[in-house]
């Protein structure tokens, strides 16, 4: 009788973590959009965001005309404060630099398409996105949703350390290979992050998109994908290398993969709320804002 119940509890143990596992999977596909979407990417000659009205300081004007945005996209709103307490200083950074930089062209043959699901991510931010990761930053301790972030951040050391050697980066790569050692042993497995305390450590964030471009290959063509955001046809292939090069492909089944990117997706997007709506409020059409500023953050990673 015991051996039977025995069975019985570990039936329902496994159910129930299968069921946790496609519950995670869906959120992962659906919140992906905003770590690439929030932070975007561009197309043909356009503009200077910088003519637009400044990303924080205008977030209490809406813009009077927006060309694409979901009437009913904004259902509240974060007062000027408020959202500066959320806004990542080294994310601000990156923009204030990318203002200044040249205007790039970049093809948008599919600018109809691409716009179709802007709106699409846009209202997957807003619905499901911004819910989830709220009730997620209420729910989970930041020390805990700090030191996971940092553990997933150590494993894909491989891939940083991998790229920074194709790009003849090899100081670089050793600094990659110091954070990687230093967090593993130090920081206990990574959930610590001992050598950001240390200037020399700092890193790039090297991936197979950068790679590519300093081998010479052009960005091809802007595209938005549906629940990933803003990219170019370049920097998609990179993104599927890089997955090679990424310990938890191996280490983890189809399953478990999936969820551990629905997990670290939701923790990243808990550290970013307020961004996207800081960026989208402050322009006259988000698609192009959007698009130029990832232009330009990604060129200026690059030329680094």
Known sequence: MMKKRYFITADLQVDKKQTLLSAGLIIGLILTLLLMSGCAHRTQSVAPVKSETPVVESQATPSTAPVFEPADSVEETESVEEIGDEFDDSFADDFEESFEEEQIAVADPLEPVNRVFFTFNDKL??????????????????EIRTSTG???????APIRITNSL???KFKQA????????????????????????????????????????????????????PFLGPTTLRDTVGTVGDRFLNPMTYGLDGTESLGVKAYETV?????????????????????????????QIRQDKISK
């Open 267 to 295: 923790n990243g997007l808990s550290f970013r709320l307020g961004q996207y709506e800081a960026l989208k409020e402050g322009s006259l059409d988000p698609y192009v804002f959007i698009k130029n500023a990832y232009l």
């Open 174 to 225: 050793g600094t990659e290979f110091g954070r990687f050692f230093i967090n593993s042993t130090v920081g206990v497995m990574g959930f610590g992050d001992p050598a950001a305390e240390h200037p020399f450590f700092e890193h790039d964030r090297e991936d197979l998109g950068q790679t590519l471009a300093v081998w010479g290959i052009k960005d091809g063509i802007y595209l938005v994908l």
């Open 150 to 156: 940092n553990a997933l951040d150590n494993i894909k």
């Open 166 to 168: 194709l790009q003849g």
């Open 125 to 142: 931010y807003f619905w499901v996105f911004k819910p989830v990761a709220k009730t997620f930053k209420v729910v989970v301790p930041e």
